[in-house]
């Protein structure tokens, strides 16, 4: 058993990725039953759907296994992470966005050089010429250069529009932050996954180990007629059971290394190989009442959700200003003539009033239609708020009841390694037959795989609070160290 696991440790998943999932369910594995443990089954991997599971690889494959820390797992997904790197490029859209409606609040500023030659027909625009002037007029050159300039005064809708996409910028920003939280506790929990497999895996090999010396003894013991046949096939039937447990453990922790490594983002084909030792985080220490405080002024998706809110009420301001007068000046400057020599300066200067009469509804449209999304969006925040509230309380519960498991599964592994070197001693010395001592080898087999689960449990439980308090990337360097 790797002495990693007897750590605490801050590894959360929230693989909800929409919110938190409770540990069972972020452990992605039934608990352990009365009996013996099975095999770890093994599944056929879904297509990957969620960018925060995928990564993308960055350099290349080195022939030796790269030494991989939790911390250094941690950075490499900030770097690399799909979720993270869409989520940044989220915000580099909505500064777009805010970009193109500024436009309507900055002066628009186009020129223009045109040379044209030209011959115009009086009669046709109703000049009255006297008898025996010709109609015609040219052929001439007309040279112009000139400058257009726009600018808005008073527009409500413009104005209202620039700041709905400012706050829009704020929720990509926030909704970034919680990307990085979020990755963060994914990355931490593909680590802990991988190693609670590479557990499973050593435990697996001792129970092995242990079997085959059941086994060697069972068949000195029958040699020397002290036991039956029957115990060697019995011992040569858990030895065969616990080499195939072995080999699923070890495909399992082959598996969880991929799995890390794609997350992470590590150059395809890239062997790694686990640090044993992870930093202990403690639980913090505050009540239920100071978490949800914390929680609400901390937790990035809550600061979105209320930009969003805030976005809308601009958006819907902005339609409003659609239907109110607005004001804005045209002025245009440049030279006209019918050469350039001759051309001279000429300029004209605009303020115009627009006024909104009538629309044929298109405004009181997309007014309902604004109303709509601001409910959905006050909905959806306080929908939000609601989870907050049940997401840290949940985390404390699960804190507490994982955290007395894991004492009582620490208690039951150590009492059953005590079991089963009596089990063998009573067989050695042919009191009893080797199915106690099978059934004993059973208990440490059960008893090791509920500590691996325990131990999980209690570590997740206090990544979710974590994630709950908006808070995993501060934990992170502030318990493991190191900065981006």
């Known amino acids: 058993m790797r002495a990693v696991l007897l ?6 998943p929230l693989l909800g990725l929409a919110g938190a999932v409770s540990p069972a369910a972020a452990q992605g594995q039934a608990p352990p039953s009365s009996q013996a443990p099975p095999a770890p089954a093994r599944t056929p991997s879904p297509v990957t759907t969620n960018p925060f599971l995928g990564g993308v690889p960055v350099g290349t494959a080195t022939r030796d296994a790269l030494s991989l820390s939790i911390l250094d797992a941690i950075n490499r997904a900030l770097e690399h992470n799909l979720g993270v790197l869409m989520a940044e490029e989220g915000i580099g859209r909505a500064r777009g966005t805010r970009w193109r409606a500024l436009s309507g609040l900055l002066p628009t500023v186009t020129g223009r050089v045109s040379e044209t030659r030209q011959q115009l027909n009086l009669a046709a625009f109703g000049f009255p010429l006297p008898a025996g002037i010709p ?8 040279f112009e250069a000139r400058v257009y300039v726009t600018q808005p005064v008073l527009d409500l809708h413009a104005l209202n529009d620039a700041r709905a996409e400012a706050h829009n910028i704020a929720a990509a920003q926030f909704s970034y932050k919680s990307a990085r939280d979020l990755v963060v506790l994914v990355a931490a929990n593909a680590y802990l996954q ?11 090999r001792a129970q092995v180990q242990t079997a085959e010396a059941l086994h ?8 020397n007629g002290i036991v039956a046949g029957i115990e060697v096939l019995r011992a040569e039937v858990q030895l065969n059971t616990e080499r195939q447990r072995a080999t699923a453990a070890r495909n399992d922790f082959e598996k ?83 050469s350039i020599p001759d051309s001279h300066s000429t300029f004209s200067v605009v303020g115009a009033v627009n006024v909104p009469i009538f629309q044929g509804g298109r405004t009181r449209g997309r007014l309902l239609e604004a109303d709509a999304d601001l409910r959905d969006r006050r909905a959806q925040l306080e929908d939000l708020r609601a989870t907050i509230y049940y997401d840290v309380r949940t985390a404390f519960l699960d804190l507490q009841a994982s955290g007395e498991q894991l ?29 106690e001592v099978v059934q004993a080898q059973e ?17 997740v439980s206090k990544a979710v609070l974590a994630r709950g308090l908006g808070v995993a990337e501060e934990l992170v360097r502030q318990f493991l160290g190191g900065v981006r």
């Open 7 to 12: 750590v605490p440790v801050i590894l959360v």
């Open 135 to 142: 109609s015609l007029v040219g052929p001439f050159n007309v």
């Open 443 to 459: 208990a440490v087999a059960l008893a090791n795989e509920e500590y691996i689960s325990a131990l999980y449990l209690y570590n």
């Open 216 to 223: 060697t003894q069972a068949v000195d013991l029958r040699q």
């Open 407 to 435: 004492q009582v599964a620490t208690s039951a592994r150590q009492l059953a390694a005590a079991q089963l070197t009596q089990a063998r001693d009573r067989f050695a010395a042919g009191v009893t037959g080797n199915i």
């Open 194 to 204: 991988a190693l609670a497999a590479s557990s499973r895996a050593d435990s697996a």
């Open 256 to 338: 969880a290394k991929l799995q890390l490594a794609h997350i992470i983002g590590l150059p395809l084909g890239q062997s790694v190989r686990l640090m044993d030792e992870l930093p202990e985080v403690p639980v913090p220490e505050m009540t239920l009442e100071q978490a949800l405080d914390r929680a609400y002024q901390t937790r990035p998706d809550y600061q979105a959700a209320a930009a969003r809110v805030r976005a809308a009420e601009a958006a819907r301001a902005a339609i409003v200003g659609e239907g109110l007068p607005s004001v804005h000046v045209d002025a245009n400057y440049g030279d006209l003539g019918l």
